[in-house]
Each structure stands twice: as structure tokens, then as C-alpha cells.
């Protein structure tokens, strides 16, 4: 990881997206990659072949003791102290209200736990957990930015990456990790992502991410192998019905109104947040995430006004034509209960002009297998 003049800082991939030629932003703290040629084009290589991620950018905690899954069960909504070794599970840490302090996934190694949190969030998910630590005997350790994460997603994935492991990984099952070696260098190979598409997501030493990324574009190129951006990664994320922290769940946006409930074990024992969002599913009055499909060819961004009838009922928080749909545009709003159902007719007000939109049920988009 390198630091430019600005304080926005450089993956250990940087030269590599520099030298494929992409359009670099500023996101997460980092200078990443939003395209290399177009979002279409890597959106259809994720969906029919494969692409390949830098998500470096994220942050990468590891904790170590005996009492992690114990200790993390009191400040996160999901079940921790249950994941068998080598399993991952995506989790949210809340706050005291309820809303969601970040989303995240635990990933249990031998005699260590990962912990990847959002870029954005990375500073205060580190002061957010050492703040909580007491004297729990939990041992935190920093490698943001150090350590490296590459992601190769798309139905050919598999057999992309199988020739360069020593691990099974067709025999690795979705949401579970392993440690062995690509191209000979260390890696956690995990079979996750955040794209609809069958998957797996390298954890290497920052030192090794350069030869594993140019390696595995040169070796399967041929085979349709993409390198993919911020871009296409949004609208594959939309698609798939996956929440984006800042958009779909923020500190006011609790994991039951994201339609994350799934993820919340109100059965638990205490946790931080419990008591908000028992009482607020209990209440089940709250406004919410639900999927719409614009009826025409104008697109929904984050923020425009969403209407039932003539009163306002939300906004929209994510919008984007969705190419696997047709090239709908298609949208996530935050509306008020009754205006969720699947079937309601509502409007979105784009520059001074109401759009009609149907809603449908998430996800948009499912893998056929």
C-alpha cells in the first residue's frame, strides 16, 4: 500500500490497473478502479465468464482468543460463537438505536478469525471494536492495507482458478474458506462474493497481489477472464438484491428495515441494538427497503422523491439500468410500509417530473444455477 500527496491511498494493485489502462476515483480512501473499458462489458464478462476484482480496499482485522465468537456475539446481530472452522458468515455490527454501524463477514481460520469490514468504514470499525474489547482477552490486529483481496466472480470462476491451487476448491462450499497456496504464494480462498455469481475471494500478502492478478488475467484471457470496477460491480450488487452500506443500511437504517432480517437473531442473548430492533420489529410500522422497476427509460438515482397517490413516502437510495434485466431500470427505495408491497404503483419525481415504477420482490436478479 502506498500513500499519494492527497492522503488518498493505493492498493498494492494499483500499477497493475494503471497499466490495463482504467479510469481511477477516489473511493473508500483509496484510488480503485470504477472502469477499464465499459460497465457493460464487464458486467456481461461477471455474468457469462468471469471477472476479476480488486477489492483491496476493504478493511482486514484479525482477531485471535478464545472468547472472539463470545465477545463478538454481544455487539453484532448474527450468531458468531456458532461458525464451524473454515465457515464464513456475513454479520452486522449495530448501534445502541439499532442502525447498522457496518456490514461485515466473519471468516473463522485455524486459531484466528477474519474480520472484513467496508473501506469506508475501516477507521471506525477499528476504533468501534478496540472500544469494546475491556477485558474480553480478544487480540486485534490491523491489516488494511497490507494485505490484499482479489475476487474472481463469474460462472467460469472455478475452473479459472482451479489449475493454480492446491486447494479442492470445487469441493469448497458456498460461504466456506481454506488456506493453501495460488501460483505458490499463500492465499484464504474463500467462496464468497458480492456479485450474484458463483465465486471466490483471495486474502494474499499485499507483496503477492501483483503476480497472482497478472497471472491469472494472462492465463485466462482467452477463456473471457475481464478485469471489473467499481462500476459494474454497483449495478452486479443491485442486481443481486446486496445492500451497500451508505445506500441500503446506514447508522439510521437499521438491518430489519434493509431487509437483512434474516441476518438478525433476535433470540440471541443481549446484544448491542437488540432492544431497538425487537421493538421495532415487534412494531413492524417502519419504513423499508423495497425493489422497483421504472416504467419507462428514465433511470432512478439515490436521493429522488418517491410518491404513492400525491403523498411522499421515501427515496430512492440506489438506481441503475440492470443489464441481466433486460436494461430495466431498476431501483431500491426506502418507502413507508404500505407503499412495499410487491405490485404497489408509485412515482419517482426526477427533475420536477413523476415516473411511474411497479414494485417488485428482491432480488432482481438470481442465478439460474
Known amino acids: 500500500m502506498t500513500t499519494t500527496s492527497n492522503d488518498v491511498k493505493r492498493t498494492a494493485l494499483y500499477d497493475e490497473h494503471v497499466r490495463l489502462g482504467a479510469r481511477m476515483i477516489p473511493f473508500g480512501g483509496f484510488e ?5 473499458t465499459s460497465i457493460l462489458r464487464e458486467h456481461d464478462a461477471v455474468r457469462h465468464r468471469a471477472g476479476l476484482f480488486d477489492l483491496s480496499h476493504m478493511g482486514q482485522f484479525i482477531l485471535q482468543g478464545e472468547n ?3 465477545w463478538a456475539d454481544k455487539l453484532t446481530v448474527n450468531n458468531v460463537a456458532t461458525i464451524k472452522p473454515l465457515q464464513a458468515r456475513y454479520n452486522i455490527f449495530t448501534n445502541a438505536e439499532g442502525g447498522a454501524h457496518d456490514d461485515v463477514i466473519f471468516y473463522r481460520l485455524e486459531g484466528r478469525w477474519l474480520l472484513v469490514v467496508n473501506a469506508s468504514n475501516a ?5 468501534h471494536i478496540n472500544a469494546h474489547l475491556g477485558d474480553s482477552g480478544v487480540k486485534l490486529t490491523n491489516l488494511h492495507g497490507s494485505n490484499a483481496l482479489i475476487a474472481l466472480q463469474g460462472p467460469k470462476s472455478l475452473e479459472m482458478l482451479a489449475p493454480h491451487t492446491d486447494v479442492d476448491i470445487a469441493s469448497l462450499k458456498y460461504y466456506f474458506c481454506a488456506e493453501g497456496s495460488v501460483y505458490g504464494k499463500h492465499a484464504v480462498i474463500a467462496r464468497t462474493g458480492y456479485t450474484g455469481e458463483d465465486g471466490f475471494e483471495l486474502f494474499v500478502d499485499g507483496t503477492d497481489a501483483a503476480e497472482i492478478w497478472s497471472k491469472l488475467l494472462a492465463d485466462n484471457r482467452a477463456a473471457g477472464l475481464e478485469p471489473v470496477g467499481l462500476g459494474a460491480r454497483d449495478v452486479l450488487r443491485l442486481e443481486a438484491g446486496m445492500p451497500l452500506y451508505g445506500h441500503e443500511m446506514t447508522e439510521t437504517i437499521t438491518p430489519i428495515q434493509a431487509g437483512m432480517n434474516w441476518a438478525v437473531k433476535l433470540t440471541k442473548p443481549e446484544f448491542l441494538g437488540k432492544r431497538a430492533l425487537q421493538a421495532q420489529s415487534e412494531g413492524d410500522t ?10 419507462g427509460r428514465t433511470p432512478a438515482r439515490a436521493g429522488y422523491k418517491v410518491f404513492l397517490g400525491d403523498r411522499e413516502v421515501g427515496e430512492v437510495r440506489s438506481g441503475s439500468t440492470a443489464p441481466s434485466l433486460q436494461n430495466q431500470n431498476v431501483a431500491t427505495v426506502l418507502v413507508e410500509k404500505e407503499a412495499a408491497t410487491p405490485g404497489t404503483l408509485l412515482a419517482v419525481e426526477i427533475r420536477g417530473t413523476r415516473h411511474d415504477a411497479t414494485v417488485v420482490s428482491l432480488p432482481f436478479y438470481k442465478r439460474s444455477s
Open 32 to 36: 480503485m478502479p470504477v472502469q477499464y
Open 68 to 70: 472472539v465468537g463470545a
Open 123 to 127: 477507521p471506525k470499525m477499528w476504533e
Open 286 to 295: 417502519f419504513a423499508r427497503i423495497a425493489g422497483i422497476v421504472m416504467a
